[in-house]
């Protein structure tokens, strides 16, 4: 049996309990969406379809640099994945160019 956690009974604790709720759920859908841009990119760069990575690799970046302004993850997480991304898309490139 699942219970709900203690929550105080006065407004303002009521108010905060539910914001953080909120933001929890929208932060989870945040994260998720940024987990399936990050799993597209890799799936492109593993097919060896130098288009649909490029394609993805773009939303992906886009979807990282928007989750840096929400708070969602630092700016240095998303640099480093965006960099790695890049970088496994160029090596596809410059393998698909010999």
């Given at each position: 049996?699942?219970t709900?956690p203690?929550?105080a009974n006065?407004?303002?604790a009521?108010?905060?309990?539910r914001?953080i709720?909120?933001?929890t759920?929208?932060n989870?859908?945040?994260?998720?969406?940024?987990r399936h841009?990050?799993r597209?990119?890799?799936?492109?760069?593993?097919?060896r379809?130098?288009?649909?990575?490029?394609?993805?690799l773009?939303?992906?970046?886009?979807a990282?640099?928007?989750?840096?302004?929400k708070?969602?993850i630092?700016?240095?997480?998303?640099?480093?994945?965006?960099?790695?991304?890049?970088?496994?898309?160029g090596?596809?490139k410059?393998g698909?160019?010999?």
């Amino acid at each position: 049996m699942v219970t709900a956690p203690a929550v105080a009974n006065h407004a303002s604790a009521l108010k905060r309990h539910r914001q953080i709720v909120k933001r929890t759920k929208r932060n989870q859908a945040l994260r998720t969406r940024l987990r399936h841009f990050v799993r597209a990119v890799r799936e492109a760069v593993g097919t060896r379809d130098v288009a649909a990575a490029e394609d993805t690799l773009r939303r992906a970046t886009r979807a990282l640099d928007k989750a840096v302004t929400k708070g969602l993850i630092h700016r240095n997480n998303a640099a480093r994945r965006v960099s790695r991304l890049a970088r496994a898309v160029g090596t596809l490139k410059a393998g698909a160019s010999r």
